[in-house]
Antibody
Framework: QLQLQESGPGLVKPSETLSLTCTVS??????????WGWIRQPPGKGLEWIGS???????YYNPSLNSRVTISVDTSKNQFYLNLSSVTAADTAVFYC???????????WGQGTLVTVSS | QSVLTQPPSASGTPGQRVTISCSGS????????VNWYQQLPGTAPKLLIY???QRPSGVPDRFSGSKSGTSASLAISGLQSDDEADYFC?????????????FGTGTKVTVL
């Protein structure tokens, strides 16, 4: 059973870069069957897709965050990463990592990690 | 940035049937398949329906999805107290050169 787990700081200062790691276990991130994505949810609000990456490194981003987001992958560690720069309080959210087959829904999710942007 | 519109709330008594609508556009629901997610309080979303009407293994057949034109709907029959959750529709947006995944605004289902 493939599992995903987010990790990273729970508190980030305004204007700094938010960095999170998603560790994949129970399967290989290089299998080629899936894309690996990040989704966020501000407290009490809805879901927003941040972006997704293929094991080859090809990444797609939400245009609303495009200039601030970088998603990368390390197949040797079976991990992928999220960097979100120049954060503000509006970026406070629970961040989820998840996987999906191309063109389909996200069928497996991490438990999520709350990141608060505050000085 | 949601481009899929859902009613904010829906409710029913145990055993009733509840339907949630999801309105999109020609570049989202009109040109691609719809997925539905269930988010129980304090937990991560769970894929409930994919490809408009397919249920992943383990999802009860009380949950069903349908699509017509630029709209979709999720039906919950035989409503149970465990179904009290937030439900989100989602689809890929084909209007740009790169893939863009959009979620609905979400519907909170209350079991009375």
């Amino acid at each position: 059973q493939l599992q995903l787990q987010e990790s990273g700081p729970g508190l980030v200062k305004p204007s700094e870069t938010l960095s999170l790691t998603c560790t994949v276990s129970g399967g290989s991130i290089s299998s080629g069957s899936y894309y690996w994505g990040w989704i966020r949810q501000p407290p009490g609000k809805g879901l927003e897709w941040i972006g997704s990456i293929y094991y080859s490194g090809t990444a797609y981003y939400n245009p609303s965050l495009n200039s601030r987001v970088t998603i990368s992958v390390d197949t040797s560690k079976n991990q992928f990463y999220l960097n979100l720069s120049s954060v503000t309080a509006a970026d406070t959210a629970v961040f989820y990592c998840a996987k999906n087959r191309y063109g389909s829904g996200f069928d497996s999710w991490g438990q999520g990690t709350l990141v608060t942007v505050s000085s | 940035q949601s481009v899929l519109t859902q009613p904010p709330s829906a409710s029913g008594t145990p055993g009733q049937r509840v339907t949630i609508s999801c309105s999109g556009s020609s570049s989202t629901i009109g040109s691609d398949t719809v997925n539905w997610y269930q988010q129980l309080p304090g937990t991560a979303p769970k894929l409930l329906i994919y490809n408009n009407n397919q249920r992943p293994s383990g999802v009860p057949d009380r949950f069903s999805g349908s699509k017509s034109g630029t709209s979709a709907s999720l039906a919950i029959s035989g409503l149970q107290s465990d179904d009290e959750a937030d439900y989100f529709c989602a689809a890929w947006d084909d209007s740009l050169d790169d893939p863009l995944y959009v979620f609905g605004t979400g519907t909170k289902v209350t079991v009375l």
